[in-house]
């Protein structure tokens, strides 16, 4: 029997899934064990594409895999990050930032909150752990998770044995299923997750869908291609130039060293040699 190919880690498939109404069941039981906000509340928001609002007109277009707007102060910014890049963090902060400023222009005191969840292909941290999380901390060390808080899901880690949230764990493996045989297999007899199946199955045959889908594949070949060759090294070069500044600006205002990490993509080593040379 020939297996259906599948990867749901494919920028179009990932949107697809996470924006279906017919899946946000297991999406809002998955993202409420990971931020604690409630599913019921996470069931009956808003989720919709994310384009983020510019700040010039020149300004290029930024859109986040997913923005979740579950009251008027509180959003949840949803990134699927495939592929590893020195500005990854970076950008997806910076759009975190960016959709919090907006939203504090609208007559509010105070900054709504703003939780943004990066699904890791890859060990960005080279840690064990399945679950980082960063957050604000005020002048006093006072965390101030009611603003902003990153966290970030390590893939591979969370499909470790060892894991012990089921609820999360469960997710993180229909996600990492490679075929649609493999996902009957490992979720068969539930309800929800077949549901979740039979769409994944329909958007593989639809041939409006696969059109997108098979574009996206070609382009994540183009992409391992150039890191082989390093073509790409003379920008991301210049990318980890750019980093390097903002986290020496940063560390001029006190900011902890891990929030530095998370939001420009270095190392907490690396920050810290930097700070240490400038000194």
Do not use: W
Not at 42 to 68: F, T, V, W
Not at 143 to 165: F, G, R
Request: glycine share 4%.
């Amino acid at each position: 029997m020939i297996e259906t190919k599948i990867n749901l880690f494919n920028d179009a498939m990932f949107k697809a899934i996470f924006r279906n109404p017919k899946n946000r069941k297991i999406i809002s039981e998955f993202l409420s064990e990971v931020t604690g906000v409630k599913q019921e509340l996470l069931e009956q928001a808003n989720y919709q594409g994310g384009e983020i609002p510019k700040k010039k007109l020149e300004e290029k277009g930024k859109i986040a895999d997913l923005i979740i707007k579950i009251e008027d102060n509180q959003q949840i910014i949803v990134e699927m990050n495939q592929y590893r890049s020195n500005y990854i963090f970076e950008k997806n902060t910076s759009y975190a930032f960016s959709i919090s400023s907006e939203s504090s222009k609208k007559g509010r005191r105070e900054y709504p909150r703003v939780i943004l969840v990066n699904l890791d292909k890859f060990n960005p941290f080279q840690t064990k752990e399945g679950i980082i999380r960063f957050q604000l901390r005020d002048e006093e060390g006072h965390v101030e998770t009611e603003i902003y808080e990153s966290i970030h899901i390590i893939l591979e880690n969370i499909i470790d044995k060892q894991y012990n949230n089921n609820k999360i764990k469960k997710f993180v493996e229909f996600m990492a299923s490679e075929t649609i045989e493999e996902m009957e297999e490992k979720f068969k007899g539930d309800e929800e997750y077949m549901a979740a199946i039979r769409t994944v199955e329909e958007l593989s045959t639809d041939p409006n869908f696969v059109g997108y889908y098979d574009l996206e594949e070609a382009h994540k070949q183009e992409l391992e291609d150039m890191r082989e060759t390093g073509y790409d090294d003379g920008i991301e070069k210049g990318k980890t130039e750019n980093q390097k500044e903002v986290a020496r600006a940063m560390y001029q205002k006190k900011i902890p060293l891990d929030v530095i990490s998370e939001c420009t993509g270095l190392s907490i080593e690396e920050v810290q040699n930097l700070v240490n040379l400038k000194n």
